[in-house]
């Protein structure tokens, strides 16, 4: 069928298809480009072949109106030679048909979810690093659970500020690093596609926006920090506490203008990942128009060094290249399993030493 409309999907051809930046999956995105070859949309404009599993489709209606820079090129001048020629464009739009209601999941999946955290790998990395109870509290407060994918995964629920679950995503990680697992294939899949919800319409949400219906003036006043991964914003909610922490779930998960609509009338810090900083300052203009502040944090881009800045890490490695008490004492043990029985034995507990000053 051949495509109408001046912007539309790509016709495929081998090696036409990328990398979806929703799901991660290899030659199941199709780009939008512009029949008139006079706006060359960046990569995140397409849609996932996944309509189930995953649902990205990021259309250049919503590049407009994120980028409403872009419309001076796409309203109806065209190049003649060096001079931009004013011209008359009206694009005939297809019929478009109603959008499915946003699907939602079970919060009792959420509540059943949230246990059996000695097989997820996520937790026991955190354990280490803060000790059971400051990892508890974090998993609890985040509604992070567990899944037995993968023989112990872990699920970030995507709650959003009415309560409502948008999602669950189960990503596998490595306890004793913390790392994701991509080999030797990449450890993501979705709760409502393992559980083969029928006709299930996702609409993704800020990963911890469920902490925003808290409108108490000591949460109200903290300033909303904003990171891709979710793993990244645990770390930070440990070791700066001054910030709510949320997480778009990569690079373009839900970063739209319609899912930005929450943090209405909220000051707002971006820290992208090394890498990811250019982009993300091009996302300013999209959220100026609903923050009451918003910056794009440039610390990691002015400390890092062409190694770091290479590998694309984030604030969480900067804050994790100090061992931690828990981190030394869990190393200890492993060297000498019997001073956890010792510690057990008289319940020993550790001590932070500047907490106690």
Known sequence: MQPTGRFHLQK?????????????????????????????????????????????????????????????????????????????????????????????????????????????????????????????????????????????STVFWQIDVKGNVRAGKIMGYDAVTGHRIKEPFNQVNWVHSVRKVPDFHMKQCLFGEHLLSDTSAAMSAKPVAIVESEKTALVAALFIPDFVWLATGGMHGCFNSEAMQVLKEREVILFPDLKATDGWRQRLPMLETVCRRVTCSDLLEKMATDEQRSLGLDIADFLLMEDTPQMILARMIQRNPALQTFIDTFGLELVDAEKTE
């Open 12 to 152: 495929y051809k081998p090696g036409s298809k990328t990398v979806c930046p929703g799901c991660g999956r290899k030659s199941c995105f199709t780009r939008y480009i512009d029949e008139a070859g006079e706006i060359s949309f960046p990569g995140y404009v397409g849609k996932c072949d996944h309509v189930n599993s995953c649902g990205y489709h990021y259309s250049p209606k919503e590049y407009f109106r994120d980028n409403p820079s872009a419309r001076k090129t796409s309203a109806g001048h065209k190049m003649n030679g060096n001079v931009f020629t004013a011209v008359k464009y009206a694009a005939k739009q297809p019929p478009t048909e109603q959008e499915p209601e946003i699907s939602c999941l079970p919060y009792d999946w959420v509540e059943q979810s949230m246990r059996g955290y000695d097989i997820n790998p996520l937790y026991r990395y955190f354990t280490k690093v803060v000790g059971k109870e400051e990892a508890g509290r974090l998993f609890h407060v985040y509604k992070v659970g567990t899944s037995r994918m993968w023989n112990g």
